[in-house]
C-alpha cells in the first residue's frame, strides 16, 4: 500500500516535472548588431587626410601574426578627432584590475573594477564610476559592494571578489555579473549577479549563478554579454580549473537556464564573441596551452545561435595567455585589443579586421615596453571595449595593476582608420595581380 | 522569494548539520536514541546553526559551510536525514553502485572532458527527467520505497526552483553523494570478504 500511494507522489512529480520542462523558453536566436552598410571605403567629403600606413617593421610578433601596422593617426591627421587617453579615478587602492563597461540611457558609461590591497586579498571592493562624455570627465569612484555585502546578500562565506561585468537587460534595468570566490584560488569561482533599478547607483541583492555541477566551482567571468532575440541575456563564461575552457551561459533574470560549452580541455578561456548573424557567431579566447603548444588565439564557432560550437583553426595572432577583447561596430567594423606577443604583457594593440576578410591589421599600438629590459616592463592586460553610439569606442584596461587607463576613440577616427586599412587592401590585392 | 529561498537553503543546510552532530553522537553511544529523541535534538541543534552566534562571526554557521559545499541535493539531504533520524531499511547496495556509476560516467564529461555536457541536460531535458523517473519506478520495484519518496520530492524540489540551481542534475545528484556512496560500497565489499574469511576459518578442514 505505501509503495502504491509512493508511485502516485512519483506521478505527480513526473506531471509537475513534464510542465516545467515545457514552460522552458526555447533557444532563441542571437540579437543582431543593427548595422549599416559599411561605407568605411569611401572617403567622406571634408575628412581628414588619411593615416598613412607603412610597411611591417619590426617585432617578430607582428610577423607571425601576418599583420600590416598603421603609423599612429594621432601624429598623421590632424582635422580628425584624435583618441583622448585619461585614468580612471584613483580609490588610493595599491592593486586595480578587470575593469569593464555599460553605457547609461543619459549616454554617458558607467565602469566597474575591483581594488583593493591586492588581488585576491579580502579588502577587494568592486568599485564604480561614470564618464560623462560632455565634460570628458570621470565622477569620483563609489564603492558597489564588498566583500562582507557579498557574504550577506549571498547567505554563505565569501573569501573574496572578482571580475565585474556588467550587462544591460532587456527591460532597460542594468545587471552587474561579479566572480566571487569562497575557498581556493581563482579556479574555486562562481558568478553571482546583482540588478540595478537606477542606472546602478544602488543594487539589489546579489545571487548566486549555478553553472557546475562540482559545489558549483570554477565558473568565472570577463566578456560582455551578448542578447537574445527574445530579450535573455548570454553571458560568455569559462572554467579554469579540471577544464580550461568556454561556456556560453543562458540567464533568466538571476539564473543559470541553459548553457553550451565553446571549448574543451584545457587550452582556452574567457571567450570573446563576435556575432554575424542571428545563427552565426565566432569566439576568441585566451589561450592556457602548455609551453610546447602554439601561442595563437583558439577560435570557436556556432552556426546555430550557440546551440553547438565547433573549434575552429586557431587566429593567426600571438597570444601570451592574456585576455582579449573584441568589438563590433554599427558600420561593421571589427575592432579588438590585445596582447599580440607570445610571453608578457608589456605590449597592447588594437587590431581592426578588414572588411569582408578574416585578416587582422594592427591600428594603433596602445603600450610598448618591449625596448625596455624584462625587469622594467610593464603589464598591459585585461581590455574591455565598449561602444556608447555603435559608432566610437570606449577602451579600458589595466595599466601595471596600479592604474586603469581608459582611451576614447572617436566614431570619425574609427572610420578614418578602415577606410585606409580598405584601400591599403585595395592596393595589396591589385598589386599581386 | 528569492529571500526565502535563501533562508530555507540555511535552515535546510542548519538541519543537515545538526544531523550529522547526531549521527556522530550515536557512533559514539553505546545504545540508540529513540527517533522521538533524535528528532527534537536536530532541531535543537539545528538552531545553533541556523542563528549568527556573534563574535568575530558575521554569520551564522551553516553559512560558512555552505560556502564550502554550496546547496547539497535534496537527495543527499533527505537520505541522510531518513538514514540518522528514522529507522528505515538500510539502503542497497545496489543504488551505491548505481550512484558510482553515474557518477563515473557524469563528472568528467560534465567538468571539460570533450564537447559534450551532460550537465546542460539538467536545465530541461525530457529524457533526462525520464531516466531520473525509471529510475525511482526500478527503486520502488526493487522495494526500497524510500528511494521512491525521496526522487519524487526531489523532482518536484526542482520543478518549483526550490533551490538556486534549476539544473535537475543538482536535486538529484552531488559530489558527496558519489563519495559516500563509494566509501559505502567499498565498506560492504571489505565486510563481505571479512564474513567471508572468518567463516572459512570456521569450516576449514582440520
Redesign the interface.
Same mark, same amino acid.
Given at each position: 500500500m505505501s509503495r502504491l500511494i509512493a508511485f502516485c507522489f512519483l506521478l505527480l512529480a513526473a506531471v509537475l516535472g513534464f510542465l516545467h520542462i515545457d514552460s522552458r523558453p526555447i533557444w532563441a536566436p542571437f540579437s543582431e548588431p543593427s548595422q549599416e552598410i559599411s561605407q568605411a571605403s569611401e572617403s567622406e567629403e571634408g575628412q581628414a587626410p588619411a593615416p598613412a600606413l607603412i610597411a611591417d617593421p619590426v617585432t617578430k610578433a607582428d610577423k607571425a601574426a601576418k599583420v600590416t601596422k598603421i603609423a599612429s593617426p594621432i601624429a598623421s591627421s590632424i582635422s580628425t578627432p584624435q583618441p583622448k587617453f585619461d585614468w580612471l579615478p584613483s580609490t588610493e587602492a595599491p592593486s586595480v584590475h578587470a575593469a569593464s563597461l555599460v553605457t547609461l540611457k543619459d549616454g554617458s558609461v558607467r565602469a566597474f573594477w575591483f581594488a583593493g590591497s591586492r588581488e585576491g586579498a579580502p579588502d577587494v571592493v568592486i568599485n564604480s564610476a561614470v564618464f560623462d562624455p560632455k565634460t570628458a570627465s570621470w565622477s569620483d569612484p563609489t564603492v558597489v559592494i564588498d566583500r562582507m555585502g557579498m557574504e550577506i546578500g549571498l547567505s554563505r562565506y565569501i573569501a573574496k571578489l572578482g571580475n565585474p561585468v556588467p550587462a544591460r537587460l532587456a527591460d532597460g534595468r542594468l545587471q552587474l555579473f561579479v566572480v566571487t570566490v569562497s575557498m581556493g584560488g581563482w579556479a574555486g569561482s562562481s558568478i553571482s549577479s546583482m540588478i540595478s533599478d537606477d542606472e546602478g547607483k544602488s543594487w539589489g541583492r546579489p545571487q548566486r549563478l549555478i553553472t557546475s555541477p562540482l559545489i558549483n566551482l570554477s565558473t568565472l567571468v570577463k566578456s560582455p554579454a551578448l542578447t537574445f532575440a527574445d530579450g535573455r541575456l548570454g553571458l560568455p563564461a569559462y572554467h579554469e580549473w579540471i577544464g580550461r575552457f568556454g561556456e556560453l551561459i543562458r540567464v533568466e533574470g538571476s539564473s543559470a537556464i541553459d548553457k553550451r560549452r565553446m571549448s574543451s580541455g584545457r587550452d582556452s578561456i574567457q571567450p570573446a564573441i563576435f556575432i554575424d548573424d542571428a545563427q552565426k557567431a565566432s569566439a576568441f579566447f585566451r589561450q592556457t596551452r602548455a609551453s610546447s603548444q602554439a601561442k595563437k588565439i583558439p577560435v570557436s564557432i556556432t552556426t546555430n545561435a550557440g546551440q553547438s560550437w565547433q573549434v575552429a583553426d586557431d587566429l593567426d595572432i600571438a597570444n601570451p595567455n592574456s585576455a582579449i577583447a573584441a568589438l563590433s561596430l554599427k558600420n561593421g567594423t571589427r575592432i579588438m585589443v590585445l596582447n599580440n606577443i607570445e610571453a608578457g604583457r608589456h605590449r597592447l594593440v588594437m587590431v581592426m579586421n578588414r572588411s569582408g576578410s578574416s585578416e587582422w591589421t594592427v591600428v594603433q599600438v596602445l603600450e610598448d615596453d618591449e625596448a625596455l629590459p624584462n625587469e622594467q616592463r610593464r603589464e598591459f592586460s585585461y581590455p574591455f571595449l565598449l561602444s556608447a553610439d555603435g559608432g566610437d569606442a570606449h577602451l579600458v584596461y589595466t595599466w601595471d595593476r596600479k592604474k586603469i587607463r581608459h582611451i576614447y576613440f572617436p566614431a570619425a577616427w574609427l572610420k578614418q582608420t578602415q577606410s585606409e586599412l580598405d584601400k591599403q587592401s585595395l592596393v595589396d590585392s591589385e598589386g599581386a595581380r | 522569494m *528569492? !529571500?526565502f529561498m535563501?533562508?530555507f537553503?540555511?535552515i535546510e543546510l542548519s538541519f543537515t548539520c545538526a544531523v550529522l552532530m547526531i549521527w556522530l553522537i550515536q557512533k559514539m553511544m553505546p545504545f540508540q536514541l529513540p527517533v522521538v529523541a533524535r528528532i527534537i535534538f536536530a532541531i535543537l541543534f539545528a538552531n545553533l546553526f541556523f542563528w549568527p552566534l556573534g563574535f568575530s562571526m558575521?554569520?551564522p554557521l551553516s553559512?560558512?559551510v555552505?560556502?564550502?559545499?554550496?546547496d547539497l541535493s535534496v537527495v543527499t539531504s533527505l537520505l541522510l536525514w531518513t538514514s540518522v533520524l528514522l529507522n528505515p531499511k538500510p539502503i542497497p547496495l545496489g543504488f551505491k553502485w548505481a550512484m558510482i556509476v553515474i557518477a563515473i560516467a557524469?563528472?568528467p564529461f560534465? %567538468?571539460?572532458?570533450?564537447?559534450?555536457?551532460p550537465?546542460?541536460w539538467g536545465?530541461?531535458?525530457?529524457a533526462l %527527467?525520464i531516466a531520473v523517473?525509471i529510475f525511482?519506478?526500478a527503486c520502488?520495484v526493487a !522495494?526500497w520505497?524510500r528511494a521512491?519518496?525521496i526522487?519524487?520530492?526531489a523532482?518536484?524540489a526542482?520543478?518549483?526552483?526550490w533551490?538556486?540551481?534549476? !539544473?535537475?542534475? *543538482?536535486y538529484v545528484? *552531488?559530489?558527496f553523494l558519489a563519495i559516500w556512496a563509494l566509501w559505502a560500497a567499498l565498506y560492504a565489499i571489505g565486510q563481505k570478504r571479512k564474513e567471508k574469511a572468518r567463516s572459512g576459518y570456521l569450516f576449514r578442514a582440520g
Open positions: - | *528569492d !529571500n535563501q533562508h537553503a540555511l558575521a554569520l553559512a560558512y555552505r560556502g564550502l559545499t554550496g557524469f563528472y560534465a %567538468l571539460g572532458v570533450g564537447m559534450m555536457d550537465y546542460a536545465y530541461g531535458s525530457i %527527467l523517473l525511482a519506478i520502488g !522495494n520505497t521512491v519518496w526522487l519524487a520530492i523532482i518536484i526542482w520543478s518549483v526552483h533551490h538556486e540551481s534549476t !539544473n535537475l542534475w *543538482d545528484l *552531488d559530489p
